[in-house]
């Protein structure tokens, strides 16, 4: 089965660190550009960072506080999130796409409140 599972998300105090995963099943995570997502109440899915083969993107709003890094052994990719703040509350999708395939997880609550 083909699927990509995200884990990692909770409650954090402002201030406060999470890493996310995202593993995948079913398929070799290494040969796809993987972007993390995310969607807060009442607006539209952004994206939030990506990883290709040579090299990453980060929104400017999370560049300095976020990190996007895979380990290829546990065909996972990590978003590491420091500094979070508020407004990094969310639901976080996993996205792995090439040419003619592309998957997303379920999504991972990510909550920065005191």
């Known amino acids: 089965q083909l699927q990509l599972v995200e884990s990692g998300g909770g409650l954090v105090q402002p201030g406060g660190s999470l890493r996310l995963s995202c593993a995948a099943s079913?398929?070799?995570?290494?040969?796809?550009?993987v972007g993390w997502f995310r969607q807060a109440p009442g607006k539209e899915r952004e994206a939030v960072s990506c990883i290709s083969s040579d090299r990453t993107y980060y929104r400017d709003t999370v560049k300095g506080r976020f990190t996007i890094s895979r380990d290829n052994a546990k065909n996972t990719v990590y978003l590491q999130m420091n500094s979070l703040k508020p407004e990094d509350t969310a639901v976080y999708y996993c996205?792995?796409?090439?040419?003619?395939?592309?998957?997303w997880g379920q999504g991972t609550q990510v909550t920065v409140s005191s």
């Open positions: 996205n792995a796409h090439r040419v003619l395939h592309d998957y």
């Open positions: 079913g398929f070799t995570l290494g040969y796809y550009t």
